[in-house]
């Protein structure tokens, strides 16, 4: 008798345990190591190269901000498969001196001759994921800028310096990016500049192997010296643009010369006491929050993690968010979008009435009145925080390397809906509904955790899995991120995609299978899936000791370090 292999998989997952952890004396069998404590300084990247240049940023005098915009710059050359300058950025800043929260978005808006008629006038029912089209413009680098004007210590040149060293001197590429740079040479091999920047030899670097990226050298030293425009004015503008209109874009150097990023105020929900901070629309984070409204009248502790009963409700509590998400989230410059009301109580209350006890096949949005990434935080010796997370959507992004520039520019404009009337429809100077957020938890004024999760639409379903873990299951900062995972797939989408009846459920290894078989029996489909549990780093505070917790989980390259 032939046996399914996907079948086989899943059984072999689902019934795994964490094997490398069962003999740790302390904590949870699932977590990878204890967490890292200091007192001066945090850094939490996903590359520990990258993590070591933010700590010397601390360590030379430079805040927080300073070091994440370094930790940001070397994860665009180390990491190129989740980020780089051709992508945008958020992120949300704890300022010591001001004791509040600033959310920052930095993403970029479609070109002023990009809109729904054109797309019709060329019989697309659909904006392509790869080329030209999907390219919006770069907002990272003007995020930056922005993030230094206001907070920073340091010079550009010195906070660009170390990744300019690397670049230019050469770095071990780790497993995991040499894993995904063979998938992404195979996609973009035959792409303009592509074998150029990122295939030496005329194949992609593999574990070990020293990679060089001169061209991205030359054009953060031009970035250092000349500021933001020197990305969105002048020479590199002006082959942005030409490249982009050469493969069949509209995108021109005055799209990129108008860009400005904007500082907004986050937005919360108070869990059990703790506040949670997430940044409004066109970005997807008051997902989580929603999420969170509707869960908080279940006793989740006493559920137990892991269980039927837990996972269930949470991913009744997941559709329900994630239609609301599909029809409302998008630019707030175009819409007047009813934020407040989504993620208020009442409306958790009304919509938590609609969670049964069998899956759910399909939900409505309700009524209510009028993407592969990397994530980072730092926090610093006066007290200073930073979550940040950038990304170019789908991995490296577009497959539109401008010539001698060193970076790869995003797909962003691909999440456009071209459905007239829809919130998120296509539309001139428009910033696209977006998958990346940053995230941030205080309690009764006083900063508690700087965390993220990076990977598309499990983003906002992991920021609350984490909030429970943390809250509800009183784990530690490293056991929060480490604890298996479950992701729903299959809702509607903010490009117009309808949801597939009831979608799926896919289970990490470490879930009971008590826990797959009694999903089953309410109804749900669950499913095998390699990956695509995304990726966590988190900074506590303990104001009482006055020291610094970090987590950098498994599923990643990434370290925490302190000093």
Known sequence: MKINSTFFCLIFCLLSVHLVAQDRITGESFATRSEVIASNGMVATSHPLATQIGLDILKNGGNAIDAAIAANAALGLMEPTGSGIGGDLFAIIWSAK??????LNASGRSPEKLNLKFFQDRGMDKIPAYGALPVTVPGCVDGWFEMHKKFGQLSMEKILAPSIDYARKGFPVTELIAYYLELSARRFKDYPNFAATYMPDGKAPAKGVRFKNPALANTYEKIAKGGRDAFYSGSMAATIASFLQSQGGVLTKADLAKHTSEWVEPVSTNYRGYDVWELPPNGQGIAALQILNIMEAYNVRQMGFGSVDYAHHFIEAKKLAFEDRAKYYADPAFNKLPVAALI???????????????????????????????????????????SLIQSNYRGMGSGMVPPELGFMLQDRGELFALEAGHYNVIAPNKRPFHTIIPAFISKDGVPWVSFGLMGGAMQPQGHAQIVMNLIDFGMNLQEAGDAPRMQHTGSSQPTGEKMLTGGHVLLESGINYKTVRGLMRKGHKVSFSLGSYGGYQAIKWDPIQGVYYGASESRKDGQAAGY
């Not at 001001?98 to 959310?103: A, Q, R």
């Not at 208020?344 to 209350?349: C, E, G, L, R, V």
């Not at 939900?363 to 007290?383: P, Q, S």
């Open 98 to 103: 001001d004791k509040k929260l600033f959310g």
């Open 344 to 386: 208020s109580k009442d409306y958790a209350n009304e919509r938590r009435k609609l969670i049964k006890e069998r899956a759910a096949r399909q939900y409505l949005a309700g009524t209510v009145e009028h993407g592969n990434t990397i994530y980072l935080t730092v926090a610093d010796k006066d007290g200073n925080m930073v």
